[in-house]
């Protein structure tokens, strides 16, 4: 990560893959807020071109530790936000659960991609994030805008 939209089209749904880079996490509140950012032309918390988004909100990083617990949730309450941010050179969103019409069209027509990552999994996610920095809107708590390094993430490609 970056991916950018020739790399996704040689995706095909069903293949695991392991994800490495950078990821932001945003989940429902940071994602109205992103929006709202974009319908007002105000600057945005990160760039969107190419940017992936992991919907997870990460919990406080115990003593020693990179980040606490950091397992995905479910993409659709997403849904809503998720043909705008598209639109403006979103790329990548790591979720889990299915998406809705609208966002499945609006990924395929821009060569964006949908990963599904596994619930319950949180400890082996935390894991495999290197580093974590606070980017926007900490006053949401764990559900503000972190930027992540992953390796070795696993996901399985569900929508391209």
Aim: with cysteine.
């Amino acid at each position: 990560m970056p991916l950018d939209k020739k790399a996704a089209e040689m995706l095909t749904v069903g293949t695991f893959v392991k994800l490495y880079g950078t990821v932001y996490t945003a989940r429902d509140q940071a994602h109205k807020r992103i929006a709202e950012a974009i319908r007002n032309g105000e600057q945005l918390p990160f760039e969107l071109d190419n940017a992936a988004i992991y919907y997870c909100g990460p919990t406080p990083a115990p003593e020693g530790a990179v980040i606490g617990s950091c397992g995905p949730t479910t993409s659709g309450r997403m849904d809503a936000f998720t043909p705008l941010l598209i639109e403006h050179g979103l790329r990548v969103m790591i979720g889990k659960g299915v998406r809705n019409a609208e966002v499945e069209a609006s990924i395929r027509k821009s060569g964006a991609v949908y990963f599904t990552a596994i619930g319950g999994a949180a400890a082996l996610y935390a894991s495999k994030v290197k580093t974590c920095e606070l980017v926007a809107y900490p006053d949401l708590g764990c559900e503000a805008v972190c930027r992540l390094t992953v390796e070795d993430f696993p996901a399985v490609v569900a929508v391209v």
